[in-house]
Structure formats: C-alpha cells, structure tokens
C-alpha cells in the first residue's frame, strides 16, 4: 500500500468532479469539505438531469439520510450510469436499519455494486443483514461488533467496507486496516461524518479502492485532530477543520496516519 500522502497528492493533481446526491443537512458541509480538500463537488438530485450529470462526472456519493422516492429513483439512475461506466461511485446506508423503505432502496443499490460502503457499526451490521442498534443515523453498536459483518459484506459485494468509530476498520474481505486518526469533536458537527463520503469519492478516482479509502480516512481524521488544537467547541471546530484540510500537504499525512493492519 502506498503511503497515505501519496493518495492525497494523486487525488489533488486530478482534482475530480465528485457528484454527490447527499441530504439537505449535509449539501453545505459536504461541498466545504471536498472544497478544501482539492476535489471539485456538484450537489445534482434531479431526475430529469442526474444521468446526464452523472456522465460528466468522476466518481459519485450517494448518501441516503433525507430519503424520498424521488432522491432514490435518482440515486439508483446515478449508480446505474456509475456502474456502467467504470467509475467510482460510494453509498452510506444512513439509518438503514430504522425502516424498511431504507433497507429496500439500500437492496437496490447494493445490486448495483458501489465501490466503497461507509457507515457506522449499526448500519453496517443492518446492511449485512444482522440487525444492529442504531437510532436513525447514530451508532449503538461498537466499531468491533461489526468486523466480521464487515469482512462478510466486502466479500459478498466486491466493496470495501468502512465500519466509522472511535478507530475506523477498513477491509476488502481479505485485507484489513484499522485507522486511528480523528477526534471527539468530530461527531458533536452535524453532517461531517455525511460530509466523508465525497471525499472517499475523489480519492477513488485513478486510485485502488481500498489504499484510497484508507487515506481519506486518515486524512479526514487528522484534519480533525489539527482542527480540535484551535477549537473552543464545535462551533469553531468546523471552521478550524476547513483549514486543516486545506492546509495538510501530503507529507503532514503520510507523518501523521496512524494506520495500521487489522
């Protein structure tokens, strides 16, 4: 695996078209965040156009936290024009244990084989089809109650699989990574874990699945832990965080990742 500040380099040279179908409390966070990264985002929804978008773009996010059936017939039209294409395309199953018009529309769009699955223990544990205890987008179960579950998924759908926490575990189904990146402020923001996503995406773009998806998380994490020095609160952690990923260069991450295999 190369070093994560050699992901982070490669992502900013392309400077990718990330298109991402997000929900309404992510869409400002979400583009910030791809902003000061280095990657370029576009929040398009709309049916009538999101195929078509959906072409132009690199790599695509979808995040299903305010969901309708519109937003999902349109997710489904984006991952459809992902997955024929070749390129990159990532889903956060947010709460989609909580009802059932969440776990079909996930069905659906695991059918259609994202590159990357991100979300917390409890979603990763529903996805798997193992029930979890999550409430709505927040976690109950810990990082470790879903490795296995997660090792599981990435075999059966050819993804990675990025169970979020304390220390993130990231695996293929046959490797696996632990990231130990991030800071406690980070899940009192609203939407930054949504925000994530995106910026999985771009590094997706030319990039080997799993190495990338390690290095995003680990340059997330560390803008977070840079961030978290300036903060007096949430408030100005956001700010702060901005600058931290506009600021880190690649040799601050590949320094400051703490990566380890799992």
Request: hydrophobic letters at 50%; charged letters at 15%.
């Amino acid at each position: 695996m190369e070093d994560t500040g050699t992901n982070l380099a490669k992502m900013r040279a392309t400077a990718p078209l990330v298109h991402q179908i997000t929900n309404y409390v992510a869409m400002n966070i979400a583009a910030n965040v791809a902003l000061a990264a280095g990657a370029s985002p576009a929040m398009v929804h709309a049916r009538e156009e999101v195929v078509e978008f959906a072409g132009l773009a690199q790599a695509l996010s979808v995040n299903i936290g305010t969901l309708d059936a519109a937003w999902a017939e349109a997710m489904e039209m984006a991952a459809q024009t992902m997955a024929a294409g070749g390129r990159p395309w990532v889903l956060d199953p947010v709460g989609v244990g909580a009802t059932q018009f969440r776990q079909d529309v996930c069905a659906r769009l695991m059918a259609l084989r994202p590159t990357v699955i991100r979300g917390n223990a409890s979603e990763i544990l529903a996805l798997a089809g193992l029930g979890g205890a999550g409430r709505g987008a927040d976690s109950a179960d810990p990082v470790a109650a879903a490795e296995a579950s997660a090792r599981d998924l990435a075999a059966r759908c050819g993804a990675v699989v990025a169970v979020s926490g304390p220390v993130d575990y990231v695996t293929d189904g046959v490797q696996s990574f632990r990231v130990a990146n991030g800071d406690a402020l980070m899940p009192r923001v609203t939407a930054l874990g949504c925000s994530l996503n995106g910026l999985i995406a771009a590094f997706l773009v030319g990039q080997p699945a799993l190495p990338a998806t390690v290095a995003a998380l680990a340059y997330f994490g560390l803008a977070g832990q840079r961030a978290a020095q300036a903060a007096s609160g949430p408030g100005s952690f956001q700010v702060a965080f901005l600058d931290a990923l506009d600021a880190l260069t690649p040799q601050d991450v590949t320094a400051g990742a703490k990566v380890s295999r799992a």
